[in-house]
């Protein structure tokens, strides 16, 4: 039995790498439907992320998170996030137990967590993935990946 029905965790899943296997496959053992707020296309031409220009689409990015997560028996809805203002969300959601987060994120989980107690709701358990490095050390990242494309496609 998993320890909760609903766990939420966010994201834009570009370009699966180890870092994102690790955070999903953390949600599968802590919870039994994963309800995944992916960010949209239309949010992401409003962001600064490095060459955002050739992050894969969110049908793309959708399929592959969906499928990832069905290898591993584990349900989930997917939504879009269209906007920054993904707190009040989360915040009255009472069907969640826990937010998945990286080291990155764990601030605005516990924002999160902030406005959920001025509401009166129950705090959420807040599960932190730990950062995954590469062989060379530094840190695995979709923008790294990108960056990688990018040069491949000069040739």
């Known amino acids: 039995m998993k320890q909760f029905e609903n766990i939420g965790l ?18 599968a053992h802590y919870g039994q439907c ?3 707020g992916l960010i949209s296309t239309n949010y992401l031409e409003t962001t600064k992320k490095k060459h955002n220009e050739i992050i894969q689409s969110f049908s793309i990015r959708q399929e592959t998170v969906e499928s990832f997560l069905l290898k591993r028996n584990t349900q989930c809805q997917i939504s879009s996030i269209d906007t920054p203002g993904m707190d009040q969300k989360l915040a009255s959601d009472a069907k969640l137990g826990a937010l998945v ?6 601030d605005g989980a516990n924002a999160i967590n902030r406005l959920r107690i001025s509401k009166g709701k129950t705090k959420l358990t807040i599960i932190v993935v730990p950062r995954v490095l590469r062989a060379d ?12 494309d990018k040069e491949l496609s000069h040739y």
């Open 101 to 106: 987060v990286s080291q990155e994120t764990c």
């Open 10 to 27: 966010g994201g834009t899943f570009d370009r699966l790498h180890t870092g994102h296997k690790l955070f999903l496959d953390i949600a």
């Open 137 to 148: 050390g530094t840190l695995e990242s979709s923008t790294r990946l990108r960056e990688e």
């Open 34 to 36: 994963i309800h995944v």
